[in-house]
Nanobody, 124 residues
Framework: QVQLVESGGGLVQPGGSLSISCTAS????????MGWYRQAPGKQRDLVAT???????VYADSVKGRFTISRDNGANTVYLQMNSLKPEDTAVYYC??????????????????WGPGTQVTVSS
């Protein structure tokens, strides 16, 4: 069982900055990738940014140049620095991690876990 806990989020004015983070815990054997998705009211959940264990990143076109994802592999933590925020960035941001967990004396098992989400609101 792998759990994700997000922190940060809140209310920010347009043009402002905000940072959110997410830490994975549990019987983690290895994490292949961690990232962020977001879901606005009435819309589907979409990719924001991901980073694999090798440092390769993928960003949604809508956030390129404004958002930066980073990871602390040793701490199983992923960060999202959001700059030049726009009202359309308002959404619940969800952390995602995929990898392998391992209980004692058992082979590693794949996991795909989500955090509970953190609200980011961009408004004046």
């Amino acid at each position: 069982q792998v759990q994700l806990v997000e922190s940060g989020g809140g209310l920010v004015q347009p043009g402002g900055s905000l940072s959110i983070s997410c830490t994975a815990s549990g019987n983690i054997f290895s994490i292949v990738a961690m990232g962020w998705y977001r879901q606005a009211p009435g819309k589907q959940r979409d990719l924001v940014a991901t980073m694999n264990s090798g440092g390769r990143t993928v960003y949604a076109d809508s956030v390129k140049g404004r958002f930066t994802i980073s990871r602390d592999n040793g701490a199983n933590t992923v960060y999202l620095q959001m700059n030049s925020l726009k009202p359309e960035d308002t959404a619940v941001y969800y952390c995602n991690a995929v990898g392998y967990s391992r209980e004692a004396s058992t082979p590693p098992r794949a996991f795909d876990s989500w955090g509970p989400g953190t609200q980011v609101t961009v408004s004046s």
